[in-house]
């Protein structure tokens, strides 16, 4: 579980969402637009600091 950043590509909106596995499904929490994109701010909830790059589940390593 990670919680990921993004930002609306319709009006702009920042927002999270707590992610479990492969669902990326995500809509805008202002105006619901499904054009939105992933946003990296630097912080990691998760294993991102101490993965080999290699591990499932860690949203830090890609
Ligand atoms: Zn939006």
Redesign the pocket.
């Known amino acids: 579980m990670a919680l990921i950043d993004f930002k ?6 920042e927002f999270f969402e707590i992610i479990n596995g492969e669902n990326i499904s995500v809509a ?6 499904t ?2 994109e992933r946003i990296y701010k630097g912080k990691y909830y998760g294993k991102g600091s101490s993965c080999s790059g290699s591990c499932s589940g860690c949203s830090g390593c890609h």
């Open positions: 609306c590509k319709e009006c702009g909106n805008c929490s202002k105006c619901g637009s054009k939105v």
